[in-house]
T-cell receptor, first 117, second 114 residues
Framework: DQQVKQNSPSLSVQEGRISILNCDYT??????FLWYKKYPAEGPTFLIS?????DKNEDGRFTVFLNKSAKHLSLHIVPSQPGDSAVYFC????????????????FGTGTLLAVQP | KAGVTQTPRYLIKTRGQQVTLSCSPI?????VSWYQQTPGQGLQFLFE???????NKGNFPGRFSGRQFSNSRSEMNVSTLELGDSALYLC?????????????FGEGSRLTVL
């Protein structure tokens, strides 16, 4: 049961244009969403996050939008740069099932972004 | 500041063997999580430790186990290895245990089971 879905395994954009990566989720109890970027032979690195009480968060060239009614979030990168070429993972933080805290994340399967010079 | 360190980086085992992977979190981080990454499956949550206590466990068979030591270092063990256990095993640490915090990942241990 894939609770976090990234339906596009790959995306190719031209340098300078906008990259839009999409993510859908099924569990309405997720309270926090994050994007991670992963280069080959490296561990994922945190990119940007958004709380479920917000609908937008911006950090430089990166903006994440959250549409709770549609259970959909997207990552916008503008302008895209060749160094942005990587696999992008969407992740969601579930509410802990015992009332405590947790750092557990549920990840999507990733989208490989290729930014062409 | 040193990042998350995982050892070994690469290893090859045969079916039926067992393996132990090690993770040293960032200094001061008390939360350690483990994830399995396989092609097409993304990162699958294995378990999470905070102050030596397992707080969460993912949907993996009992052959997968872990522990955390008093210095926050963590190990995971996989017994009776199967071909399907071939994967990149990633460890992540976090300063807080409060959730929604940024996870810092190591480079992973790539396990190949023959």
């Amino acid at each position: 049961d894939q609770q976090v879905k990234q339906n596009s395994p790959s995306l190719s954009v031209q340098e300078g244009r906008i990259s839009i990566l999409n993510c859908d989720y099924t569990n309405s109890m997720f309270d926090y969403f994050l994007w991670y970027k992963k280069y080959p032979a490296e561990g994922p690195t945190f990119l940007i996050s958004i709380s479920s009480i917000k609908d937008k968060n911006e950090d430089g060239r990166f903006t994440v939008f959250l549409n709770k009614s549609a259970k959909h979030l997207s990552l916008h990168i503008v302008p895209s740069q060749p160094g942005d070429s990587a696999v992008y993972f969407c992740a969601a933080s579930p509410l802990p099932n015992y009332g405590g805290a947790t750092n557990k994340l549920i990840f999507g399967t990733g989208t490989l972004l290729a930014v062409q010079p | 500041k040193a990042g998350v360190t995982q050892t070994p980086r690469y290893l090859i085992k045969t079916r039926g063997q067992q393996v132990t992977l090690s993770c040293s979190p960032i200094s001061g981080h008390r939360s350690v999580s483990w994830y399995q990454q396989t092609p097409g499956q993304g990162l699958q949550f294995l378990f999470e430790y905070f102050s030596e206590t397992q707080r969460n466990k993912g949907n993996f068979p009992g052959r997968f186990s872990g522990r955390q030591f008093s210095n926050s270092r963590s190990e995971m063990n996989v017994s009776t290895l199967e071909l399907g256990d071939s994967a990149l095993y990633l460890c992540a640490s976090s300063r807080t245990g409060s959730g929604a915090g940024e996870l810092f990942f190591g480079e992973g241990s790539r396990l190949t089971v023959l």
